[in-house]
């Protein structure tokens, strides 16, 4: 019974260089959240997608990322044009429906240099 | 607006002392509440949830009570063992679309 999946676990990239992120959500939930976790600090939500659809990007920033929850395939978190400010650890949660507990993968920790 | 405060860390104690985690909160409706913990690089992991007022949630010895007259969910146990050593997330949420996290309180229990 997998969990959410995220990968990879650490991603090193280069100011300006881009950064993918992958999930694939647990069997079943249909629901993907990104969150954000800067050190020392409490997650940020950054969006909600469905399959195709983003239903809530309230917390995402308005320039340089962008996220996709494709028919097929993993959800994707895409950052362009890192900056050092980007580095966090970025966790994916997924949920079968709304208003379910959401269950998270173990983060993809991204650095930039 | 919905938002969550916790109490600040670290917290330490001493392996069978009592935890208390204080946790209030500010929402608009009628919120549904976590607590998750999160173990040194990893995710976090659903520890219990209340869903509507006087509610109590539980699991693996923890506890929290959803109190709306005090907008609180503080998280108890009454005898805390090493391997609780994680922090502690406060969460809640109204629509389903995002939770509100805490900032989190961070756990260490010494033998």
């Known amino acids: 019974n997998a969990g959410v999946m995220q990968n990879p676990r650490h991603l090193v990239r280069r100011r300006g260089q881009e950064a993918r992120l992958r999930c694939s959500p647990m069997?079943?939930?249909?629901?993907v959240y990104w969150y954000r976790q800067l050190p020392e600090e409490g997650l940020k939500f950054m969006v909600y997608?469905?399959?195709?659809?983003?239903?809530?990007e309230s917390g995402m920033p308005k320039e340089r990322f962008s996220a996709e929850f494709p028919k097929e395939g993993p959800s994707i978190l895409r950052i362009q044009q890192v900056v050092r400010g980007d580095s966090a650890a970025y966790f994916c949660?997924?949920?079968?429906?709304?208003?379910?507990?959401?269950?998270f993968g173990d983060g993809t920790r991204l650095s930039i240099l | 607006g919905n938002s969550v405060t916790q109490m600040e860390g670290p917290v330490t104690l001493s392996e069978e002392a009592f935890l208390t985690i204080n946790c209030t909160y500010t929402?608009?409706?009628?919120?549904?509440l976590f607590w998750y913990v999160q173990y040194p690089g990893e995710g976090l992991q659903l520890l219990l949830k209340a869903t509507k007022a006087d509610d109590k949630g539980s699991n693996k010895g923890f506890e929290a009570t959803y109190r709306k007259e005090t907008t609180s969910f503080h998280l108890e146990k009454g005898s805390v063992q090493v391997s609780d050593s994680a922090v502690y997330f406060c969460?809640?949420?109204?629509?389903?679309?995002?939770?509100?996290f805490g900032t989190g309180t961070s756990l260490t229990v010494i033998p």
């Open positions: 929402a608009t409706g009628y919120p549904s």
């Open positions: 949660a997924s949920s079968p429906s709304q208003n379910q507990p959401q269950h």
């Open positions: 969460a809640l949420t109204n629509t389903g679309n995002q939770f509100y």
């Open positions: 997608l469905q399959k195709e659809n983003i239903i809530d």
């Open positions: 069997k079943g939930h249909s629901h």
